[in-house]
C-alpha cells in the first residue's frame, strides 16, 4: 500500500526535471570520462544513455502526450543505472547487471503493456480483458529477451570477427538465463502494479498518435 | 476523417472485412452455426484441398484420426508411467477436442491442416519413430499457439482480429521458447539433468525458434487471407445471383 500512495502523490514536474537533470549531468560526465582516458565503452554507452534521456520529453512535444512525471524519471533511471553499471558497477557489483535487467524489462513491459491497452481501446473488434493482458506482458518481455539476446550474440560475434569492442557482450549460458529470469521479475512487477497505473498514459497516447475514433 | 490516417497502419482497418470473418470461419466455417457459406462455396471450389476441407465430414474425419493417435500415445504413456507426456498429450488433446465439445458436435473440428502442423512432432513421433528439429518443432508450437489464441476467441470475451492473432503467435513462440530455456536451467540446477550445453547452442536454437516464429507468422497471415477471400468470393456470387 505504502509504494501505491506513494506513486499516487505526483512528483511535480520540477522534481522531475531536477532529477533527469542531475541524471543527464552525470552522463555527461560519464561520456567525458571517456574521452579522456579513451574508453569507447563509457562514450557509446554514455552517450546513448544522454540520448535516451530527452526521449520522455521529445514525445512530449512532437506527439503533445503529456506524460506522467514518475514516468520520465523512470525511463532515465533505467538507462542511467545501465550507463552507471557498463562504466563501473557490472564488474565489480554481482547484483547491478541483475537490477538493471529488471528495471529495463519493466520498461519494456510498460511499453507493451500501455500499447496493447492503446490497441485495446482504439480498435472496436479487439478486446483484451485484464487477465489476459498480464498473460500478454508476459508474452512481451520474454520475446523481447529472446530477440536482446540474439542482438548481443550478434554483436559478439561481429566484435570476434573485426575486433572491434563493443559496447554489450554475452557473459555465457548462466548469465544468459539469468537475464532471462530477471527481466520476468520486471514483468511480473508490471504486471501485477502497473495495469492501474498504466491506464491513464494508454489513453493519452491512443488521443495523441492514433487519433480519437470520435469525428 | 484526417484521423484515420495514422489509423490505419496500426490496426490494420483495410483488412478488417477480412479481420471479421477469418477467426470465426477459422474453427466452425464447416460447422452448423454458419450453414450460408459453407453451402455456397462447396460448389463453387474445385480445389481438391479446399474440397477436403470444407467438406465437413472429411475434415472431421482426419482430425479425429489425429486425436486418435494422441489417445494412443497417452496409452502408451500410461502403460510407462511417463507423466511429463502424459500431461503434455493430455492437456493437448483437450484443446484439441474443445470446439467438438463446446458446439455438441464431432463434426465441429479445427481444420485438419492447422491442426496436422500443430501436432507433427507427436504425429511423427507416434507414426515414425523419430525426432523432429528445433525449428519444425516451434513451427509446431506456433500452430499450437494459433488455435489456442483462436478458441481463446471464440470462448472467451478476448477479441481479436487477423493481424493481431498473426502478432500473438510470432511473440507466443519466442517466449515459449524464453520460458522453456528457463525450465531446463533450473532443472539442470536442481534435479541434475542436462538439458543446456553451452551459451552457443542456446543462441543458435534460439535463432531457430525466431525464424520459425516469424515464419509461422507469414505462414499464417497468408492462411487467413487466403480463407478469407475464398469466402468473400463465394458470398460475392450468391448475392449476386
Known sequence: ?215 | MDTDGPATDVSGEDSEPESKTDPDTEVDGDGPERPEPERADGGVIEDRLAQLFRSGRTNAVIAWAMVAVLVGVFVESLLGFDLRTMILVAAIAAVVVVPAVAARDPQVMLPWEVLGLALLPILVRALLGGELGTFATYLAIAAFALILTVELHMFTSLRVTHWFAVLLVVLTTMASAAAWTVVRWNADRVLGTEYLTTNEALMIEWLYVTLAGVAAGILFDAYFRQRGRRLRRAIGRVVRR
Open chain 1, 1 to 215: 500500500m505504502n509504494v501505491r500512495t506513494a506513486l499516487r502523490t505526483r512528483p511535480s514536474l520540477q522534481t522531475q526535471r531536477r532529477l533527469t537533470r542531475a541524471m543527464q549531468i552525470l552522463l555527461v560526465g560519464i561520456v567525458l570520462y571517456g574521452f579522456v582516458y579513451g574508453q569507447p565503452k563509457a562514450i557509446t554507452n554514455g552517450g546513448l544513455g544522454l540520448f535516451v534521456t530527452f526521449v520522455p520529453a521529445m514525445v512530449e512535444r512532437n506527439y503533445d502526450i503529456p506524460l506522467d512525471p514518475w514516468l520520465g524519471v523512470w525511463i532515465t533511471s533505467a538507462v542511467f543505472l545501465h550507463t552507471l553499471g557498463s562504466a563501473w558497477f557490472y564488474a565489480q557489483i554481482e547484483w547491478w547487471d541483475h537490477l538493471t535487467h529488471a528495471l529495463s524489462a519493466s520498461l519494456i513491459a510498460g511499453a507493451g503493456y500501455t500499447t496493447l491497452r492503446a490497441i485495446d481501446l482504439h480498435s472496436d473488434e479487439i478486446d483484451i480483458p485484464s487477465r489476459f493482458a498480464f498473460v500478454f506482458i508476459f508474452v512481451v518481455v520474454l520475446s523481447f529477451g529472446v530477440v536482446w539476446e540474439l542482438f548481443e550474440f550478434g554483436l559478439d560475434i561481429v566484435s570476434d570477427e573485426t575486433g572491434i569492442s563493443m559496447p554489450l557482450a554475452q557473459f555465457g549460458l548462466d548469465d544468459t538465463v539469468l537475464d532471462l529470469m530477471y527481466n520476468s521479475v520486471g514483468a511480473l512487477i508490471v504486471a501485477t502494479f502497473g495495469q492501474a497505473h498504466l491506464t491513464g498514459l494508454a489513453e493519452r497516447v491512443r488521443d495523441g498518435l492514433l487519433g480519437t475514433t470520435e469525428e
